[in-house]
């Protein structure tokens, strides 16, 4: 398996687990702070690599009206001084091609949304930043297609490929986890992400915006590390019932560190075998 930089580490192989994660969306700075603060303390304590995870725009709320965030003008600012102050690597979504040379200036890793994961001209703008590219898996695609995925960054010249799992879509607002997908995409040679806080979001569940099962991240969770993968994605925050986006699929902040630990135990005996 080819191993990723990140920062000062590495993802995949025999590397440790590595955790991105922070709000769904970048809300004010200082709670965006505070929650990336904590997480990173959280991941100090266990010994897990850590990358702050926010979005600057969420393109495709279920709304019109929904929150999106602040745009990316001001979010490449937050994001800028919330590397400065964390001093850890930084994940964000773009969408849209002329975001992807502005937003790696600030951004560790450009990450691709779900819904746009086959859009061969955003794959072919985030590869030419050099930065890592994480792809989401779109709910629409078999894991086996994202062979194409990984192609196309390929032909664009990328290397540093993350592939991240985050449930398909069978409608009725439903995702469901299929676990064979993490040995079919790692055997594209890139490490594997889960992300254990969309997998459980109900797309739309609320009418004009998503609903979601936080109690099932846990489980998730558990059952994918078990199976093989080199990271986890997670939403977290304070106070989910406050936030402007995702809220009933985050995790709350004092529930990480024990689902952590539990992860972290499971990959050390499954790392054995990978």
Request: charged share 25%; glycine share 10%.
């Amino acid at each position: 398996m080819n191993k990723v930089k990140v920062g000062s580490f590495s993802v995949g192989g025999n590397e440790p687990l590595v955790l991105l994660a922070g709000p769904c969306a970048l809300e004010s700075l200082d709670r965006c702070l505070y929650i990336g603060r904590t997480i990173k303390e959280i991941c100090g304590r266990l010994g897990v690599p850590y990358v702050f995870k926010a979005s600057f725009d969420k393109a495709n709320r279920s709304s019109f009206h929904s929150f999106r965030g602040p745009g990316m003008e001001k979010g490449i600012e937050m994001l800028g001084k919330i590397k400065a102050e964390l001093q850890v690597p930084i994940v964000t979504d773009i969408h849209e091609t002329y975001q992807a040379e502005p937003v790696a200036k600030v951004a560790d890793i450009l990450q691709i949304p779900a819904f746009l994961c086959r859009q061969t001209d955003l794959l072919h703008a985030a590869a030419g930043t050099g930065r890592v590219v994480n792809v989401k898996k779109g709910q629409f695609l078999s894991p086996a297609d994202m062979r194409n995925v990984v192609d196309k960054l390929h032909e664009s010249g990328s290397e540093k490929i993350l592939l991240t799992e985050r449930g398909a879509s069978f409608g009725y607002n439903n995702l469901v986890v299929d676990m064979r997908s993490f040995p079919i995409m790692r055997s594209f040679g890139y490490p594997v992400i889960f992300d254990g806080t969309h997998s459980v979001q109900i797309p739309g569940g609320a009418g004009t915006k998503s609903s979601g099962n936080r109690e099932y991240v846990e489980y998730l969770v558990r059952a994918a590390v078990g199976v093989g993968v080199d990271g986890l994605f997670l939403e977290v925050h304070d106070n989910p019932e406050e936030a402007l986006s995702d809220g009933p699929n985050m995790l709350y902040l004092d529930k990480l560190e024990d689902l952590l630990k539990d992860a972290l135990a499971i990959h050390e005996i499954v790392r054995k075998k990978m």
